[in-house]
C-alpha cells in the first residue's frame, strides 16, 4: 500500500473549515483514500473515503487532486469535539490491510 | 455506519494470566475482522486477520501463540491474550469488515493493563 505524509499538528479556531492535507504521490490506480479520525483512548472512526472524484458525506469533505497524488480533508465548520488524530490511509480497501502513520493532530479552539 | 462494540472496555490483570476481549458486530455480518494494538503515543499496528471459520493471519512479529484468535461467528471475534506479561500492557482494538463494503468499522477499545 502506498505511503502518505501528513501534517504532524495542525490549529483551528471553531466554526471555521478545517483543511487537513495529505499527500500520496505513490498512489496506484485501484488505491482508495481513506480517512478516519481517533478521538483520545478511542477506536478510529471512519469518516469518508474516495477514488477519484470529490466526495462530500455529513461529516466532511475529500478533494481528491486531478492526478490523485494529495487530497484534502475539509470540516466545513470545526467543533471543539473534531479535536482528533486524523489519518490518511491509502488502501485498496475491503480486505486489503489499514496501515496507520502518525496522523495529523488537529486542535480546535474556541 | 457500522457498529462494533467490545468487551471489555478495561482490564487489569496479574502477570501470567489469561485475558480474553470479545470484539461484536452489532448490526453488520462481519466476514473479516482485524485485530490492532496501540501503545502510548504510538498509532495503530495491525496484528491479526481473521476470516469466519477460518484461522487468522498474524502480522510478522505477532506471536500466535501467545495472542489466539477466534471468530466463530460472523458477528464475534475474540482475542485471548495468554500468560499477560507487563510489555503485553496496551490498548487492543478490533475492527469489523461486513461482506460487500469496504470499509473497516472499528470497536471501542480495550485497555489492558498487565500488573
Known amino acids: 500500500d502506498a505511503k502518505t505524509t501528513q501534517p504532524p499538528s495542525m490549529d483551528c479556531a471553531e466554526g471555521r473549515a478545517a483543511n487537513l492535507p495529505c499527500n500520496h504521490s505513490?498512489?496506484?490506480?485501484?488505491?482508495?483514500v481513506y480517512w478516519y479520525r481517533q478521538i483520545h483512548s478511542q477506536g478510529p472512526q471512519y469518516i469518508i473515503h474516495g477514488l477519484k472524484n470529490n466526495e462530500t458525506n455529513e461529516m466532511a469533505s475529500l478533494i481528491i487532486t486531478e492526478d490523485r497524488k494529495s487530497s484534502t480533508l475539509i470540516l466545513p465548520h470545526a467543533t471543539l469535539r473534531d479535536t482528533a488524530v486524523y489519518y490518511c490511509i491509502v488502501t485498496r480497501g475491503g480486505y486489503n490491510k489499514l496501515i496507520f502513520g502518525a496522523g495529523t493532530r488537529l486542535a480546535v479552539h474556541p | 455506519g457500522a457498529v462494533v462494540s467490545q468487551h471489555p472496555s478495561r482490564v487489569i490483570c496479574k502477570s501470567g494470566t489469561s485475558v480474553k476481549i470479545e470484539c461484536r458486530s452489532l448490526?453488520?455480518?462481519?466476514?473479516?475482522m482485524f485485530w490492532y494494538r496501540q501503545f502510548p503515543k504510538q498509532s495503530l499496528m495491525l496484528m491479526a486477520t481473521s476470516n469466519e471459520g477460518s484461522k487468522a493471519t498474524y502480522e510478522q512479529g505477532v506471536e500466535k501463540d501467545k495472542f489466539l484468535i477466534n471468530h466463530a461467528s460472523l458477528t464475534l471475534s475474540t482475542l485471548t491474550v495468554t500468560s499477560a506479561h507487563p510489555e503485553d500492557s496496551s490498548f487492543y482494538i478490533c475492527?469489523?469488515?461486513?461482506?460487500?463494503?469496504?470499509?473497516?468499522?472499528f470497536g471501542p477499545g480495550t485497555r489492558l493493563t498487565v500488573l
Open positions: 448490526d453488520f455480518q462481519a466476514t473479516t
Open positions: 505513490t498512489i496506484s490506480g485501484n488505491e482508495y
Open positions: 475492527s469489523g469488515l461486513g461482506s460487500g463494503t469496504d470499509t473497516q468499522y
